[in-house]
């Protein structure tokens, strides 16, 4: 008889660890080592479940690098005792995150699923138990004695994700994220549907992670009215060395002659500049338009359709890796865990 699998969950903090004290109406964390015994119906999934959580759980909002080496080495220290993990976490950053941890976990061979929700799991129209049963539903889902997700995963209000392909798109519905350039991994209805067409593909290599992460870059969003000294001040500045400029529509800039110059100036002082659509689906395609040739010039890296939180995960994850100059932009430009197309 094949044991059942067995799932740690990772408790970062954000709305769905909290509970209303019916009495103050105040919102407190929950206890999460009590975690069974408030929610039973998690008694009646067939996995075994281990919490482990952030001694200090933490609003999204301060997450940063040095929190996502932390759930990194969670799930390390924990790869061979689990068959899944799912990580709960505020959802204002969650795409943040999740992206970041695709990039440091390379040949992951596990489900790894962020989930989170808008109201508290202590609240009584709360969103926190589906999202949290499913995303355990998820990460046990087994064949052959193996995993059927082996990737980082967002799930959210009956979707589930590629991680590094979401954004947060709404602060207030139920549907908080959205994936525009890639179809949902998997839906919740009467049926759990798994669309297995569109999950990557195991590698069979030993799993890697990859905790060193540079983040001295910027993001940059046009907006007409943007002047020189303020777009200067930024991509110039000796500390920075990789900038994402979020460009109109399919890639395309002003082509004023200060925009160029500034553009020029940091290329030729090494800098990787990184082209990346502000819009929340589509594609970069330097070219198409007049107001985009100027920067394929240039040798401007195409972000293609890539979200701005997988962005700057990734040149975090580039630049810390020491990727040479020849090469980073072959290597940005190539999809390494299903981010772009
Ligand atoms: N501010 C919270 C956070 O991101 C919101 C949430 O949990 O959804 O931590």
């Known amino acids: 008889m094949n044991k059942k699998p067995n799932i740690l969950l990772v408790y970062t903090g954000g709305t769905i660890g909290m509970i209303k004290d019916y009495k103050t109406g105040a919102l407190r964390a929950f ?10 119906e998690l008694s009646h999934l067939n996995c075994d ?28 220290d924990n790869y061979t005792a689990f068959d899944g993990f799912v990580v709960l976490h505020g959802s204002d950053t969650m795409s943040y995150t999740a992206s970041a ?3 440091m976990l390379e040949n992951l061979s596990k489900p790894v699923i962020f989930t989170g929700s808008q109201l508290p799991i202590g609240d009584l129209r709360t969103d926190a138990k589906e999202n949290l049963i499913t ?12 995993p059927v997700i082996k990737e980082v995963c967002l799930y959210f209000e009956y979707k589930l994700y590629r991680a590094n392909r979401t954004t947060k798109i709404n602060a207030e519905h139920f549907q908080a994220f959205a994936s525009l350039n890639y179809p ?34 910027a993001v940059i969003k046009l907006f007409p009215g943007i002047n020189e000294h303020s777009f200067e001040c930024i991509i110039n500045n000796d500390y920075i060395k990789a900038v994402i400029i979020e460009t109109y529509g399919a890639g395309n800039a002003p082509t004023e002659e200060w925009f160029y110059k500034v553009l020029q100036k940091a290329v030729d002082a ?7 659509t502000q819009c929340s689906g589509g594609s970069v395609n330097m070219g198409q338009y007049e107001t985009s040739v100027h920067l394929q010039e240039l040798g401007i890296i195409s972000g293609k359709d890539i979200t701005t939180e997988a962005a700057i995960a ?5 630049l810390g890796a020491g990727i040479n100059k020849k090469t980073f932009k072959t290597v940005f430009e190539t999809s390494l865990r299903g981010e772009m197309s």
């Open 135 to 146: 995303s355990i539903e998820i990460a046990s889902l087994m064949e052959n004695n193996q």
């Open 184 to 217: 949902a991994l998997a839906e919740s209805g009467v049926h759990l549907k798994v669309h297995k067409e569109y999950l990557l593909k195991p590698t069979n290599k030993e799993l890697v992670v990859r905790k060193d992460l540079d983040a001295r870059i």
């Open 31 to 40: 206890d999460f080592d009590k975690l069974l015994k408030r929610i039973p």
């Open 101 to 103: 941890l695709s990039f």
């Open 270 to 276: 090494g800098k990787f500049i990184v082209n990346v």
């Open 49 to 76: 479940i281990s919490t482990i959580s952030f001694e200090e759980p933490m609003d999204s909002s301060n997450m940063n690098p040095d929190s996502w080496v932390r759930i990194l080495e969670i799930i390390e």
């Open 314 to 318: 990734k040149l975090m994850y580039l």
